[in-house]
């Protein structure tokens, strides 16, 4: 697998497929909460098969912040991030990552997710390997701007930071998950979003 030039979201297509397809075996014999424990260890044999662990020295990149699910780390060169996910905020199921990631790039194209491989993070937790474009931002967005933002992409607001259409919900669109580019464009970085229920 050519990781140097990978087709986009080739391999979250194939993980996601992977989980999708234990967690169908999984369903009729064990509980939801043993889901996300079945299907990482899909993950982690699919990861060992094809070669896909990612060594953050290979990537010469040097921490920047952590938040709640993601270490954050900035390239060479300045022109990605690294994200290493430990999928905290998929739940009992990993599927939902996978449908948030898919979305995330559905909706917010202009700073898509890739994901390339898989790592262990400072805790020891396994994780997604994910790059995304560094964004020069001139500032945060507006709560304002995000808001009519939304709206142009067909999203009704629930409040300042969560809005919903017929499918899905996007919460934690707050300002410093959003940044205004210097090229005057909105990038949303690091909202959440999951299917409607």
Not at 61 to 85: A, M, P, Q, R, W
Not at 153 to 160: P, T
Request: net charge negative; with cysteine.
């Amino acid at each position: 697998m050519d990781r140097t030039y990978p087709p986009i979201n080739n391999l979250l297509e194939q993980a996601a497929h992977i989980v999708r397809s234990q967690k169908k075996a999984a369903r009729t014999l064990e509980p939801t909460e043993s889901y996300k424990r079945g299907e990482t260890e899909e993950l982690i044999k699919f990861a060992n098969a094809n070669g896909l662990w990612i060594s953050l020295s290979d990537l010469k990149v040097e921490f920047l912040s952590k938040g709640g699910e993601n270490e954050v780390y900035t390239g060479d060169n300045d022109d990605i991030v690294v994200k290493l996910n430990n999928f905290e905020y998929a739940g009992d199921d990993l599927e939902n990552f996978f449908i948030r990631i898919a979305a995330h790039n559905k909706f917010f194209s202009n700073v898509p997710y890739q994901m390339i491989g898989f790592a262990y993070n400072s805790q020891q937790e396994f994780c997604a390997v994910l790059i995304q474009p560094y964004i020069l931002a001139e500032r945060e967005a507006t709560e304002d701007e995000i808001a009519t933002h939304m709206q142009a992409l067909g999203f009704e607001m629930d409040y300042y930071d969560e809005y919903h259409n017929s499918d899905y919900e996007v919460f934690d669109a707050v300002p410093n998950n959003v940044l205004y580019g210097i090229d005057g464009d909105l990038y949303f970085i690091d909202t959440q979003i999951r299917l409607r229920s």
